[in-house]
Every structure is written in C-alpha cells, then in structure tokens.
C-alpha cells in the first residue's frame, strides 16, 4: 500500500485554499461548540454589531441568506437574549436588528475565539509572514470581489445543490 505525501507543495494555490478553509471552518466551528454557537450565529451576530438597526431583509442581502434563515436564526438569537427586535421609525413594517448587552459580551467571547482560532491556525508562521499571508489573502479576496466579513457558506444555507452548483 504506497505511503501518503505530506508534500504540500505539490499542491495548486486553488487546491490547498480550498482545503485549508475547510478544515478552518470545521475548526472554527468546534471552537463555537462551548459557546452553544454554530458559525452562522457568530456571523450574524457579528454584521448586526457592524451596522446596528438594519433590518432583517437587509442583513439577508448581505449575507446571501433566504430571508426565512434569517428569520429562524434572529429568532434563536432573540429567545437566548442576545438579539433584539425594535420597530423601524421610518417603516413600521421593518425590524431594526441591535444587540442586546448579553449579545455584546457573547460578541466579545467570539473575538476571543477568533483570535485564539487565527494564532493556532498560523501557528507555523512568525509575524512577517502572517501579515504577508494576510495581505496576499485580502488581495486576492479584493480581486474576486468577495464581500469583506460574510463567510460564503452563508450562501448556501438552507439551499439545495444543485448539478450545476459545483
């Protein structure tokens, strides 16, 4: 039975991005575990503390996300306290989306993760190189026209794939 390479550098750019985001978001998403936290909640959580009071269908567009994935998951938010719901002033059928202190503090615990996340992540890197990874990253993220901060999973919840979604 031939022995696996552990030679990285064999690999395509393409090939090895798409297998490190991978096992980075399978490794984020084990760190949210304690918090009681999936991915998408941090997420949310995260572009509601960005633009406070925006309404739920504009955090959909932005993310990507069915309006009815928004729904369920403000929902989550709001019955665990950290999330709430305010009535637009200028459109009484908008909801205006803030955090609540409870979800300000959860919001702080998630940067601690992210962080200890990023430092084992790049643990094999010194300070130069992580910035230079980092700049790199953002370049090609720029050029793809990503949007800044929203994963692209988002855009996938709650959708089937289909045969021409690869």
Known sequence: MPVAS?????????FLLAQLGQH??????????????????????????REPGRSQQALSGQLGLLPSR????????????????????EDRRLHALHLTESGKRLLQQIAEVSRQHERGLTA???GEQRRLLHDLLATLAEQQELTPGVHPGFRM?????????V
């Open 6 to 14: 552990n030679d990285h550098r064999k690999e395509g750019v393409a």
């Open 24 to 49: 980075a978001a399978k490794l984020f998403a084990e760190r949210l575990v304690p918090l009681d936290l999936t991915p998408p909640h941090a997420g949310i959580l995260r572009a509601i503390a």
């Open 70 to 89: 928004v729904v369920a998951y403000v929902d989550e938010l709001e019955d665990r306290g950290y999330v709430e719901r305010r009535r637009n002033s």
């Open 124 to 126: 094999g890197l010194n």
């Open 157 to 165: 919840l709650g959708r089937r794939v289909g045969a021409g979604d």
